[in-house]
């Protein structure tokens, strides 16, 4: 099973930007469709985007379309979450997933992250 670290976490004010990066190991990465979820305080964690094995049919929740972009390079084994305008509604603990479905990526990823805060100051 895959295992996944994130990083690039950090406390910004609202309107700049930040990449989360997320380093795979212990599994094959360029089979896995990768995700991002976030979880706010008291709150449940929901999706955020997800792409592909290819690097294709980027997906994305409608609170971060337009702001958010998800990447991945297979050949560093890593995948990115650029995020843009950043608001104070997107302060959560982001996690990154894989799963090698793409159709469960973003519903029961098998593989987790430990998490990496982003709080955005107003």
């Known amino acids: 099973q895959v295992q996944l670290v994130e990083s690039g976490g950090g406390v910004v004010q609202a309107g700049a930007s930040l990449r989360l990066s997320c380093a795979a190991s212990k599994g094959t990465f360029s089979i896995y469709a990768m995700g991002w979820f976030r979880q706010a305080p008291g709150k449940e964690r929901e999706f955020v985007a997800a792409?592909?094995?290819?690097?294709?049919?980027?997906d994305y929740a409608d609170s971060v379309k337009g702001r958010f972009t998800i990447s991945r390079d297979n050949a560093k084994n890593t995948v990115y979450l650029q995020m843009n305008s950043l608001k104070p509604e997107d302060t959560a603990v982001y996690y990154c997933a894989a799963d090698p479905s793409r159709l469960r990526i973003k519903l029961d990823p098998s593989s987790w992250g430990q998490g990496t805060q982003v709080t955005v100051s107003s």
């Open positions: 792409i592909t094995w290819s690097g294709g049919s980027p």
